[in-house]
């Protein structure tokens, strides 16, 4: 499954920042190994293996209810698809670096298939705009600085001097998933809570996505990545696999087996 755009090519490597000491206590790793993929997480590939390994489905979401909180970006937003899938926000977001008002619908488009069908998305994510002055030029820092630094650094960024209210590291990765990174290190990944119940569940290790912390996101990236190359797939692919084996409607996937959802 390839769900990259522009600029964006998928790494295997352990970002710079990642330590196998620094794991939490409940994470068993050496330095000189890779991390194995949980029994769980493979049996989840081969099902998903077996199933022609489907893209993650697309996602439904309230169109009129965006362009009522966005009416300036209206032809921007009845643009989209809908129902709206990975690859199509990959595409919105291949500007993002460019200018503010590119950063802006950029991350908008993101909020779109991160909220899906949830009512109160447009009106979080206007929310978020409004109340900081200087959003659309720390979203559009943010791009820059995933396409020349990677991810780590720029959710470093966004955790500390271009920090926003009410953006929490949940949807602060899902813009940062569709924003293209052309330097080399890990692939920008999805980080929120049900991925890390995924991880829990699934390795009994301790990845929270509740509060920003770089080393954290930074260990998860090296953690997804060595479970990539157990399993010979695609970090992203990992990130998905994750996600909808905990993931309730309208996110569930028909594949994942009830005993593991």
Partial sequence: MNLAAG???LHRRRPAAWSPFAMMTTMATTSTSTIKAPDALRELRQRWAAAGRPAQKSIGWPRASWTAKFPEHTAMLNALPEPIGRADVSAACRLAA????????????AMVWGYGSVGYGPWRTRRIL???PDAAASLRRTAQIQGAEGAVEAYRFLANNGRLRYLGPAFATKFLHF???CG????????????SRAIRDLAGQRCSATRWSTPTYARYL??????ADDLDLD??????LLFVSRAPLPWAESWVS???A
């Fill in 258 to 260: 009830a005993a593991d």
């Fill in 179 to 181: 924003v293209p990174q």
């Fill in 184 to 195: 080399d290190g890990a692939s920008a990944l999805i980080h929120d809570a049900l991925v």
């Fill in 235 to 240: 970090p992203v692919d990992i990130e998905m």
């Fill in 130 to 132: 409004d109340r900081n």
């Fill in 98 to 109: 460019g200018s503010d008002d590119a950063a802006v619908e950029a991350f908008v488009v």
């Fill in 222 to 227: 090296g953690l997804v990545g060595d479970w």
């Fill in 7 to 9: 600029c964006r090519r």
